[in-house]
């Protein structure tokens, strides 16, 4: 027997366990890359001399390089400057990081889709920087935004799979974990990939719903 | 820095790896992109729906877990791939379902009045793709395709987890020798940042080639070199 | 007194005296619950110049597109050269057969929006299908290719590419990639609909040539009065998915006999 249900059925508590962790890897995730990709873009709209060109760099090195690797450093290479996390946090930190680079990105194209007239209205009402920002352009860019963002919140479940090789016990780790315990690498990793789908295949319809929801206005 | 410089070959070796791997895997993922991709436009049920299964759970779950199964998976089906031959093998299928969907998008998206002149002149649904519809269809699919290859090329690093000795494997190797961590994925983060770099600067030639009057200047610009040596 | 619009009407103008060269036997196209042609019968005789006048949305249109294959009729048959393009009882699920390809090789069109191939020359569009379809050699398509351009008076234009070209030429070098077949039938959907003013009367005068010159049947629908009136053998009124009226264009345009044309004659005429 190539497959072995009993087997099968006897670790999908733990791997359903794992899922629960790269839920929760994604959501935390997601929820930095939204914030810190928000505050990215906004730094190198605002043209402020050398911290935007910094920004603007550290945002296309980023998306340059491997998240595996910038994983790695995170893990191996921090601790020596004495910041230490558990994995389970570097793992978050990490690809919230690397996903605010691709979500800076996002927000600008929102941010330039805003009509040159908003800016010019805002102008011509005196309304300072801060509201002009708050209350007229970042609502009209983010509208836009949504169903992007759902698209890299569906990437990033399936990319966190990367931090297993830092160690965070997420469901790619657990299936390994049960694989090279068992020495049965079939029915976990099957499974394994049978989550993910089960997932993000009806999570991405649902995001194309929004997109076509949210298509822009203007 | 020393460790990097003692250990330069071995970092130069995990280069080349790299780089064989992401030219391997994007070769593949082309020939998958093109005929996946087709094939979802085809109108026999029989292609499009498995062209649909394969796109949907090569695009819904994880390369490493692809790449997992037909590492540590498959050889219980009596099929041992080369640890070199499976990371190919589920890069070219990963990322060329991402480039499926490129294709069939580009394809889709093409005027209808020009599927329309082909019927008008004769041309037979082969002779219209090749011909008219997939080399207008190269300069819509180029900057998309380039992100593709970029993403391939970063996602290279993971094939170091089924043991094949590219740069992030061999970086990993000289930290648990010396451990000189801080140098050594310095040095390679700046290299995938210039093959990254690289990849771009590529794609943004082939548009500038496959640009659609491109052609038309060049020819111009011979006619009128032809004519300045005529009147000369 | 309502004019003889019963679907069952045959209609007919100038006399046809041979075989006719197109065929409509009770043709209906259906959208939905939208009748857009109504049991027509239609027949052109060969070298004989129709012109399709009226209003948007009268069926005008879908006629040269049944004919080109790029619409399946919902019910009917269209004989072409006495061969059998459609032939559908309502219902029937239509295949593309041999049979259809090979009729269809009779006709060529021109469209409304010129689709020319964009990342092709004007030279390249043009011998396109005479060498990958008709298996010409490639140095003969060239030839026939400069021959043709010169035709349309764009010689010096072969090395153009359709965004390099304004609306008129390309319009010109469609006519031209067109007759590259050699087709038997010529379609012209609204040759000149999407043309600035100043362009249109170049591609007229183009189609005027080859109306005189040629023994092509051709089959025009059009929005151009006086020139439908100056170069056609016989001019068909279309409303409302039928044929209301056809005749020769002197009687249609100076003597209609149906209100319903006059009243889009004097509408379209009025400015």
């Known amino acids: ?58 945002v ?42 691709y979500m800076a990105e996002v927000y600008r194209s929102g941010i330039q889709g805003v009509p040159k ?24 860019a983010i509208r836009t935004v949504v169903p992007m963002l759902g698209n890299y919140l569906i990437q990033m479940f399936k990319d966190s799979a990367v931090l297993s090789a830092i160690t965070v016990v997420e469901l790619m780790a657990t299936a390994q974990a049960i694989g090279s315990s068992s020495f049965r690498y079939i029915e976990p990793l099957t499974l394994a990939a049978l989550l993910f789908l089960a997932v993000s295949y009806p999570a991405s319809r649902l995001v194309n719903r929004l997109e076509r929801r949210y298509a822009p206005q203007h | 820095m020393d460790a990097v410089i003692q250990y330069a070959p071995l970092l130069w070796q995990g280069l080349l790896t790299t780089i064989l791997v992401t030219v391997m895997g994007g070769a593949l993922c082309l020939v998958v992109a093109f005929t996946a991709g087709l094939a979802r436009l085809s109108r026999h049920r029989i292609l499009r729906w498995p062209a649909g299964i ?101 996602n290279t690093s993971l094939v170091s987890l089924v043991t094949v000795a590219d740069l992030t494997f061999s970086a990993q190797m000289i930290r648990s020798t010396t451990g000189q961590t801080t140098a050594i994925f310095i040095t390679i983060l700046v290299m995938y940042f210039a093959l990254s770099y690289l990849l771009t600067l590529l794609t943004s030639w082939l548009e500038r080639r496959f640009a659609l009057d491109r052609k038309a200047l060049t020819l111009q610009r011979k006619e009128n070199a032809l004519m300045k040596v005529g009147a000369a | 007194m309502r004019p003889s619009t019963e679907p069952q009407a045959v209609v007919t103008g100038a006399p046809v005296t041979t075989e006719p060269i197109i065929r409509f036997q009770n043709v209906s196209k259906n959208w939905g619950t939208n009748q857009v042609l109504k049991n027509l019968n239609f027949e052109v005789a060969p070298g004989e110049k129709v012109s399709i006048i009226g209003p ?31 032939d559908v009882a309502l219902g029937q699920k239509v295949r593309e057969t041999k049979q259809l390809r090979e009729t269809r090789r009779k006709i060529g069109m021109v469209f409304q929006q010129f689709n020319l191939f964009p990342h092709m020359t004007a030279l390249e569009n043009i011998i396109e299908a005479p060498i990958h379809v008709l298996g010409m050699n490639k140095a003969e398509a060239r030839e026939r290719a400069a021959e043709l351009l010169n035709l349309v008076g764009l010689g010096k234009h072969m090395n153009h590419t359709p965004p390099q070209m304004s609306g008129g030429q390309q319009q010109r070098v469609a006519i031209a990639r067109a007759l590259a077949m050699r087709p038997k039938v010529l379609l012209f959907d609204e040759p000149t609909s999407a043309l600035d003013p100043e362009l249109i009367g170049e591609v007229l005068s183009v189609i005027r040539n080859l109306a005189h010159t040629t023994d092509m049947t051709m089959l025009m629908v059009t929005h151009e009065m006086r020139f439908a009136e100056e170069i056609s053998d016989r001019v068909v ?6 044929a209301v009226e056809s005749g020769p264009p002197a009687q249609i345009f100076k003597d209609p006999q149906q209100e319903r044309t006059r009243n889009f004659l004097r509408a379209v005429l009025q400015h």
């Open chain 1, 60 to 101: 296309v090195f980023v998306r340059g390089t491997p998240l595996l690797v910038q994983a790695y450093v995170a893990f191996f290479v921090l601790p020596a400057y004495g910041v230490s996390f558990n994995a389970l946090t570097t793992g978050i930190v990490v690809i919230g990081v690397n996903y605010s680079a």
């Open chain 3, 237 to 242: 009124m279309f409303d409302n998915g039928a």
């Open chain 1, 117 to 140: 007239g908003q800016w010019e209205a805002a102008t011509a009402l005196s309304l300072p920087g801060v509201r002009t920002w708050g209350r007229i352009i970042l609502p009209q």
């Open chain 1, 1 to 58: 027997m190539i497959w072995d249900n009993n087997f099968a059925v006897s670790i999908f508590p733990i791997l359903l366990q794992g899922l629960w962790v790269t839920v929760q890897i994604t959501l935390l995730g997601t929820l930095l890359a939204a914030v810190l990709g928000l505050v990215f873009a906004v730094l190198r709209r605002l043209a402020i001399p050398v911290l935007s060109q910094v920004v603007s760099f550290l």
């Open chain 2, 54 to 154: 394969f796109i949907e759970v090569f695009r819904g779950t994880s390369l490493l877990v692809q790449m997992f199964w037909l590492f540590f998976a498959l050889p219980f089906f009596g099929i041992q791939l080369h640890p070199l031959t499976a990371a190919v093998l589920a890069l070219g299928l990963n990322e060329g379902a991402y480039a499926a969907e490129v294709v069939r998008g580009a394809i889709a998206s093409r005027a209808k009045g020009q599927t329309e002149a082909c019927i008008a002149l004769g041309m037979d649904p082969a002779l219209r793709l090749r011909r008219i519809i997939i080399p207008q269809s190269i300069p819509a699919m180029l900057p998309p395709f380039g992100n593709v290859m970029v993403d391939l090329l970063k």
């Open chain 3, 56 to 86: 948007s949305g009268s069926g005008k249109t879908t006629i040269l597109r049944i004919l080109m294959t790029l619409e399946t009729p919902s019910e009917g048959k269209v004989i072409v050269g006495g061969d059998t393009l459609w």
